[in-house]
Every structure is written in C-alpha cells, then in structure tokens.
C-alpha cells in the first residue's frame, strides 16, 4: 500500500512540475505576478546564423517591404528665416503681460 502511495505522490509531483520544467527551455518563464510570464529573449533558441538572417534581409526586395504609417518623404521640412540672434532679441524685448501670456500657455493655467 505505501508503494501505491508513493506512485500516487510522485505522479501528481511530476504533474504539476512538468509545466514549470518545460517553459524553462523557452523565453517565456512563469512569474508570480498579475501577468503571470516574464519574457526573456535571450533564451531563445536561434535557428538561423547572423550570415544567414544578413543575406536574407539583403536579398529582399526593397519595394515589397510593407510600411505602417505615412511615407517618410510627405512631412515638409521646418524651415526658419530668423536667425538666433532675432529670436532671442525677441524675447528680451517681450512686455511683462506678453511674458505672462507666454508662461501660462506654456504650463497649462
């Protein structure tokens, strides 16, 4: 009867263990907090060489890359005709009302 037992013990041991063993070989590793997983990405297993991932992203197609978002080249480029000097006499010269005008748009009040 105490065999039993012991096989009973040790099965549901190895139960319950077999989840926590095989995430160990894995990035992703159980954690006591509210997500439950930590991600670590220097456990991953690489199955590609750093000459292998080069000459792919070499070798592909620059037009077939799919993009997020607006085209870089839409956004016109800021230009300024003042120089530093104009603008800093500029704000010298600002009355004390504009000056208060300036710092509450600034902050938020």
């Keep these: 009867m105490k065999s039993r037992q012991y096989q009973i013990v040790t099965l549901v041991a190895a139960a319950l263990l077999a989840p926590a063993i095989s ?37 592909a197609e620059p037009g077939r890359i799919i993009r997020e978002g607006a085209p870089l080249d839409t956004f016109p480029a800021a230009t300024s005709t003042r120089t530093r000097e104009q603008v800093r006499s500029e704000q010298l010269s600002l009355s004390a009302d504009e000056k208060q005008r300036l710092q509450q748009l600034t902050r938020g009040n």
């Design 23 to 59: 995430m160990a070989n894995t990035e992703w590793h159980q954690e006591n907090s509210d997500r439950g997983f930590s991600y670590h990405p220097e456990h991953a297993q690489r199955t590609l060489g750093r000459a292998q991932v080069q000459s792919d992203a070499r070798s």
